[in-house]
Antibody
Framework: QVTLRESGPALVKSTETLRLTCTFSGFSLPTKWMRVAWLRQPPGKTLEWLARLDWDGDRHYSTSLETRLSISKDPFTNQVVLTMTNMDPVDTAIYYC????????????????WGQGILVTVSS | DIQMTQSPSSLSAYVGDRVTITCRAS??????LNWYQQRPGKAPSLLIYIASNLQSGVSSRFSGSGSGTDFTLTISGLQPEDFATYYCLQTYSTPYTFGQGTKLEI
């Protein structure tokens, strides 16, 4: 059974660095074609993809946020960590981690399992 | 970045109706289009992946079609639990981008 769970602070202050942890089970990230990603959703708005970590260690980031983001995996646990620097009130959102997998072709990917999300509020 | 234009933004319907939601990409994304349902206070849930593949466990009342730039999600025989917000997502290239959402209301 695949599960993901986000953890981290519910409240951060402007200019601080946010550190979120995604703890997952039911799959192994080094397994070929597996990926873990972070996304967010400001209150009442659509979703936004932030970052992705692949089974081979490759990393991809949102174009608009890449200077502030870092994604990594703890080598000893099933945890993927996202850090976002210089937080601002506009970064207030529900942050989700999700598993990304490939279809049978191995070329076409989609998010199939999501965590419940964590609301992060940034105070000024 | 690939822009995803989803319409309509809201939709009123009745139980038993058939509804269609569309998503248009700003460039060809071949079949890399996925549909999600989100109920209030919950995470998105996968309905359709790679344009037309029904996710395991999802009702066959949901179907997806399209390729290139134009895609459609169809819900047949609306049930009370289908009233939610629906999003399309392209995974053709990073940054992955979502549509603005369609809120389906009674």
């Amino acid at each position: 059974q695949v599960t993901l769970r986000e953890s981290g602070p519910a409240l951060v202050k402007s200019t601080e660095t946010l550190r979120l942890t995604c703890t997952f089970s039911g799959f192994s990230l080094p397994t070929k074609w597996m990926r873990v990603a972070w996304l967010r959703q400001p209150p009442g708005k659509t979703l936004e993809w932030l970052a992705r970590l692949d089974w081979d260690g490759d990393r991809h980031y949102s174009t608009s946020l890449e200077t502030r983001l870092s994604i990594s995996k703890d080598p000893f646990t099933n945890q993927v960590v996202l850090t976002m620097t210089n937080m601002d009130p506009v970064d207030t959102a529900i942050y989700y981690c999700a598993r990304m997998r490939a279809d049978r072709s191995g070329n076409r990917f989609y998010f199939d399992f999501w965590g419940q999300g964590i609301l992060v509020t940034v105070s000024s | 970045d690939i822009q995803m234009t989803q319409s309509p933004s809201s939709l009123s319907a009745y139980v038993g109706d058939r509804v269609t939601i569309t998503c248009r990409a700003s460039q060809s994304i071949t079949s890399y289009l996925n549909w999600y349902q989100q109920r209030p206070g919950k995470a998105p849930s996968l309905l359709i992946y790679i344009a037309s593949n029904l996710q395991s466990g999802v009702s066959s009342r949901f179907s997806g079609s399209g390729s290139g730039t134009d895609f459609t999600l169809t819900i047949s025989g609306l049930q009370p639990e289908d009233f939610a917000t629906y999003y399309c997502l392209q995974t053709y290239s990073t940054p992955y981008t979502f549509g603005q959402g369609t809120k389906l209301e009674i």
